[in-house]
């Protein structure tokens, strides 16, 4: 069975404002190396999957983002959505796509924007799932292993083995958790039973039309109808108007917590979600203050602790006497604010856009 990567790029990763913009969302900064997020998750899997059977799922504005930054990306390896509808959508058309155009095969469904290490470890996992799938024809979704009580993270409980594969295990999934709070985040450490949600998957294309026929059962005749029609005049059209219908919708909400024909595999390398500046700490080195450096500017910390600077132009950034910060120039913009409040510039990008003259500036 032909082996597919189909990675998830629709986002607009607006916790990391101001460098994430309208025009530069994400998956195509280069925050924790030379490469763009985008590169650095399509490198990981060109050892097991060719660049010719790796897809990327995004809209068609960010699609042509995505062109101009990464030339060397065929354009045929590029599948549009009309509009984001969330993750249901994306990995359902994805998956029509792939059979419209080759027949069945194995997915592996990874978001485009996360920090992962050791690559090894990681494809080792990705093996393990793909032989999950063959052996057991379930939808497989990676859990992390986790490194701490981590409250922005959904949980997977996972149940009795399934599988003793080379590298990592294959569990039933007895339960998903929100986000919980710091006592419950806690307790799931501390239990060993549970596992982040990594929101990466591995499936058969067939598989999650056939659950998606179940739970999603308009969506997915618009994808059988798509395939039938692929190539045609009014193919374009089936999915515009499917989209349309259909609500935003997680693959989690929409299938995963609702089938019996889930598992998980027990993943044990360096993962986060990188998804606000507060991950900075995490996956990049401080000094011996704690301090994360980051940009091609200079810096001067004096007296300085647990503060996070990203300097992306000529000049210096000076700072002295203060702690747990984080400081970020970077083109026309300069923010400052302390590290309780990153959960909440979501709330300063509600206060840009409510003021036109701002809006510039997103």
Excluded at 127 to 132: E, F, L, N, T, V
Aim: charged fraction near 25%; aromatic fraction near 10%.
């Amino acid at each position: 069975m032909k082996e597919f990567v189909i990675v998830l790029a629709g986002g607009k990763g607006e916790r990391f404002w101001p460098v994430s913009r309208s025009r530069k969302p994400k998956q195509l900064l280069r925050l924790l190396s030379n490469n763009t997020m985008l590169i650095e998750t399509i490198n990981r899997t060109l050892d097991i999957v060719p660049i010719e059977h790796t897809f990327i799922v995004t809209g068609p504005e960010l699609a042509e983002l995505i062109s101009e930054t990464h030339p060397e990306i065929p354009k045929e390896n590029f599948i549009t959505e009309p509009q984001g509808k969330n993750t249901a959508p994306a990995i359902g058309l994805a998956a029509a796509e792939i059979i419209a155009r080759y027949g069945d095969g194995i997915m592996y469904v990874l978001a485009s924007d996360h920090y992962i290490e050791p690559k090894s470890a990681f494809q080792s996992v990705l093996i393990s799932a793909r032989d999950a799938v063959l052996k057991t024809d379930r939808l497989i979704l990676m859990g992390i292993e986790p490194s701490r009580a981590e409250t922005a993270y959904g949980y997977i409980h996972a149940g009795k083995k399934i599988l003793e594969l080379s590298d990592s295990d294959c569990y039933e999934v007895s339960s998903f958790k929100e986000k919980p709070n710091r006592v419950k985040a806690q307790e799931f450490y501390l239990s060993g039973e549970y596992l982040w949600n990594s929101g990466n998957f591995i499936m058969r294309a067939g598989k999650i039309l056939e659950e998606a026929n179940i739970y999603l059962p308009d969506f997915a005749q618009a994808l059988y109808k798509y395939i039938e029609e692929f190539d045609k005049p009014n193919s374009n059209k089936i999915i515009e108007e499917a989209f349309e219908t259909i609500p935003s919708i997680s693959i989690d909400f929409a299938i995963l917590e609702k089938t019996r024909n889930v598992g998980v595999i027990w993943s044990r390398f360096k993962w986060d979600d990188v998804g606000s500046w507060s991950a900075m700490e995490r996956v990049l080195c401080s000094d011996n203050h704690n301090n994360i450096q980051i940009g091609k500017g200079e810096f001067l910390l004096e007296d300085t602790y647990e503060t996070t600077i990203l300097n992306d132009l000529d000049g210096l950034i000076v700072t002295y006497g203060i702690s747990d910060m984080v400081i970020v120039r970077m083109n026309d913009v300069v923010l400052v604010m302390n590290k309780t409040r990153i959960q909440q510039i979501r709330d300063l990008i509600d206060i840009l856009k409510s003021d036109v003259k701002y809006n510039k500036y997103l």
